[in-house]
């Protein structure tokens, strides 16, 4: 049995009220606008309410934004004339500079032309280069269809046609290892970054660092130039390392899914997600299976001894010396990472101990750190022990200081 009712969708009662009601659509459709327009009129009321403020010191809030304005203006106008000093053009890409502060050149080399602002950069309606059809293959305009000729013969400042075309020789390509400079007549050839153009004993920061050479095209590069630390390089040098031109994954030797490769934090390899079981990119440090190792105990799996499922590394972080920025410590298994998360780590190396009197720990005569007696974290001086931080600044007046401090405070306590 059934109830006589028949569902219609929306759309079809508007298509019938538009075609056979056309007033009453008129009617429905200003109905729909005026509730929409009440409704963000409603959304967009806001109760404004006047600032309670003491009338008898308007006049200091006054001479208060008065200051404030000023002291905007004068770091304002101090940003132009030290920071702003120049403005690039990208119309002309011209570089403007103030009047007085360039070079003045006589009026007939600024002499201006027909039309001097550019088409294209370093193509003005006076002065152009007409190429011929087969150095425009050689350009991506499109779909490069040629291997790169010598610049010089690309093109002839307004003379050629497409027409009188002269053969043309394509310049060798320059392998990558022989493109190094050499500093004087005679010398020997100097490798440089890159980046930045500088040898292992000049970076970009005028510091000496040295270089890593690209295993498959030869090329050189700081580390710091890269985004790469200088704590890498020993990892860096012990295989055949690749530049991000050449990397390719280490497991299936292919350069594609540039976006799906992640590199190790400690050597620099590259490998796909997919190629090493991981769904998406992890988030932070991630060391591959050839560096994944516990700094601590020397295990190879994050479980470490212990028998944990989805058992992950613990990569641990400290301030640097000046206690401003966070940077990676070391990596743990999860046991060695519980005994860290106690501070139970000996503050020179980093290795985590379980027990004082068993891992032999002692505690520096200066600092309150425990340290390995044995070993090189720690060294005796005027008997006492000291780790090698403390005994590196031995004469400082901020150790002889918290020396004295550590006496006095031993003689009180012995009740002398």
Avoid at 4 to 14: F, K, N, P, Y
Wanted: net charge positive; glycine share 6%; proline share 6%.
């Amino acid at each position: 049995m059934s109830s006589g009712l028949t569902a219609v969708r929306s759309e079809d009662v508007l298509d019938v009220m538009f075609n056979d009601f056309p007033a009453k659509f008129e009617e429905l459709q200003r109905l729909l606008r005026e509730r929409k327009e009440n409704e963000m009129r409603e959304r967009g009321k806001v109760n404004y309410s006047m600032a309670n403020i003491d009338k008898s010191k308007m006049q200091e809030y006054g001479r208060k934004a008065a200051a404030d304005a000023a002291r905007w203006n004068a770091n304002f106008n101090k940003e132009k004339r030290e920071d702003r000093r120049y403005s690039f053009d990208l119309q002309t890409f011209t570089l403007q500079m103030p009047i007085g502060r360039g070079k003045k050149l006589p009026p007939e080399l600024t002499k201006i032309g027909f039309y001097p602002v550019a088409v294209l950069p370093g193509q003005y309606t006076s002065h152009y280069r007409e190429f011929s059809p087969q150095a425009l293959k050689t350009m991506p305009l499109g779909t490069v269809l040629a291997a790169p000729e010598n610049p010089d013969q690309l093109g002839s400042d307004g003379g050629g046609s497409d027409s009188e075309e002269e053969p043309q020789t394509t310049q060798k390509p320059v392998p990558a290892e022989e493109i190094v400079v050499k500093e004087e007549k005679g010398a020997e050839a100097v490798p440089r970054c890159k980046v930045c153009s500088g040898t292992k004993n000049r970076n970009k920061g005028g510091k000496p660092e040295p270089l890593i050479i690209c295993g498959s095209c030869k090329s050189a590069s700081h580390p710091t130039c890269i985004d790469l630390t200088l704590v890498m390089v020993p990892k860096i040098e012990s295989y055949n390392w690749q530049c991000m031109d050449c990397k390719t994954c280490v497991t299936c030797n292919d350069p594609d899914d540039e976006d799906k490769m992640i590199f190790c934090d400690m050597c620099d390899r590259g490998y796909h997600i997919y190629c090493v079981g991981l769904r998406r990119v992890p988030n932070g440090r991630w060391h591959c299976k050839e560096c994944a190792m516990c700094s601590s105990c020397g295990s190879k799996s994050p479980a470490g001894s212990e028998h944990l499922k989805n058992a992950e590394w613990q990569h641990e972080f400290k301030k640097d010396k000046d206690n401003k920025q966070l940077r990676y410590a070391t990596t743990l298994c999860v046991p060695c990472d519980k005994y860290w998360k106690r501070r139970q780590f000996c503050y020179v190396c980093l290795r985590v101990y379980r027990s004082i009197p068993e891992d032999g720990m002692v505690r520096c005569s200066n600092c309150p750190k425990y340290i390995h007696r044995e070993g090189t974290c720690s060294t005796m001086y005027e008997n006492e022990r000291f780790c090698i931080n403390c005994f590196k600044m031995r004469n400082s007046t901020a150790l002889n200081h918290s020396r004295i401090i550590a006496a006095a405070k031993k003689k009180m306590a012995s009740g002398y």
